[in-house]
Structure formats: C-alpha cells, structure tokens
C-alpha cells in the first residue's frame, strides 16, 4: 500500500475545485487517510519544495503555493502514486491526459491546481512533513475487499 500527499493548490481552493479533486480520488477507489485546510507557511513551502529551489520558477512557486489557503490531504492504496499523478494528469496541463484534472481545470504550468508526490518514498516524507502522526487516520473501509485485491 503507497501514501501519497496530495494538495488542492490554492488556485484549486479558490475555483471550488476541493471538491472535484476529492471526488475523483474517492471514485478511483483510493482511501482517504488524513484532510486539512491550511494556510500554508513560507517555511514549509521552502521545505517541501526545496528539490526546486534555483529553478528560475521557484520563487513564483513559493508564491503561488503560500497565496491562499490549500486543502492537504493523504490518499492511499495499492500503486497509489501512479495513479494518483494519473488523475492529475502531467505537470504542464496542455500535455495532460484528456480526462485528467489538469487537462480538464487548467492552462498553465504555474497554475496546475494540484500536487501529488512523485514516489512512494517520497510519499512517505512529504506525509511525515505536512501531517503529525496522530492526524493519520486508521480506519476500515468496508469496501476495500471489492476495490483492492489483496
Ligand atoms: P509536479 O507538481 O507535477 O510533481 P514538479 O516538476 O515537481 O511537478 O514541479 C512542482 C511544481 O512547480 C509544479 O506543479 C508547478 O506548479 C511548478 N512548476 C514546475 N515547472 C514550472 C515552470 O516551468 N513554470 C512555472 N511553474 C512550474
Ligand atoms: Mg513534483
């Protein structure tokens, strides 16, 4: 089972778009571990996405991620970062999947609504960044045995 953080971003947030991207995570068949709706720091946002930091486009990212409130989520499931980085669809929306949220809400790489991580271990340590152990969720979804094989 793979952990994926996923953020509706803060143009996501104020298009009312939360919603959208819930509902299409949950109809995946994807289980939802952990929500919050924050404001996020400049500090964490350094943080998180400091593997960019000296791209010409990291301060604007900082920007636009520290702008207005984000809904910080934790999804799970088996292959759980592929899918979910297959629902958003590719970082710049003109190359996303038709059907995929970037493809279907948004133009420009800057304002691309959502992020997912990008590998199970990375996964693993942008939920242990953005989530305290006890925001995790343990619960049992009486479903799971008819959308997960194993
Ligand atoms: P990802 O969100 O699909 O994993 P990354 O390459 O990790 O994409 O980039 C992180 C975020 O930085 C993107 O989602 C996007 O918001 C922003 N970004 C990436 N490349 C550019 C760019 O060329 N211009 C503006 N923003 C960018
Ligand atoms: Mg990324």
Same mark, same amino acid.
């Given at each position: 089972?793979?952990? #994926? ?17 819930? #509902? ?21 946002? /350094? ?39 297959? *629902?958003?669809?590719? *970082? ?21 609504? *959502?992020?997912?991580?990008? *590998?199970? /271990? ?26 997960? /094989?194993?």
């Amino acid at each position: 089972m793979e952990r #994926s953080l996923v953020l509706v971003k803060p143009d996501g947030v104020q298009r009312a778009l939360v919603g959208e991207v819930v #509902s299409r995570l949950e109809r995946r068949g994807l289980r939802l571990v952990a929500a919050k709706f924050i404001q996020v720091s400049k500090e964490l946002a /350094e943080t998180h996405y400091g593997i960019h930091k000296g791209k010409p486009f990291y301060d604007g990212l900082i920007e636009y991620i520290i702008s207005a409130p984000v809904m910080a989520m934790v999804w799970e499931g088996p292959s759980a970062i592929a899918a979910i980085r297959q *629902t958003m669809g590719a *970082t710049r929306p003109t190359e996303a999947a038709p059907g995929s949220l970037r493809h279907d809400f948004a133009l420009e790489v800057g304002r691309n609504l *959502t992020h997912a991580s990008d *590998t199970p /271990e990375n996964g693993a340590s942008e939920v242990a960044l953005w989530f305290k152990k006890e925001e995790l969720v343990d619960w049992n979804r009486e479903v799971d045995r008819w959308v997960f /094989e194993k």
